[in-house]
């Protein structure tokens, strides 16, 4: 996560984007962490874990096909394959 964050963020904002990243995933994981027990409790342990993996998957096929192949080229590459899409 974090190498693909430092990777498509354009150089003019990364050293806001990073910090702004990194605290959205911090909020997001503590209230998963605050929902998880409720799930278990009111849902069941296959329905929790069923919704987390739907959540993951649709997440998997969301960057598969937005996020682009970053192996070989340069931060300056990225950055012109992103502003053209």
Known sequence: ???IFS???P???????LPVAAFVQSIS???IQQFFPWQLENLGAAN???NYGII???GMLVM???????KGKTIEDIERDLVKA
Do not use: G
């Open 48 to 50: 929790t874990f069923l």
């Open 7 to 9: 990777e498509i963020f």
């Open 1 to 3: 996560m974090w190498v």
């Open 29 to 31: 994981s503590y209230m």
């Open 64 to 70: 598969a096909k937005i996020l682009p192949e970053t």
């Open 56 to 58: 993951a998957f649709i």
């Open 11 to 17: 150089n003019s904002v990364r050293s806001v984007a």
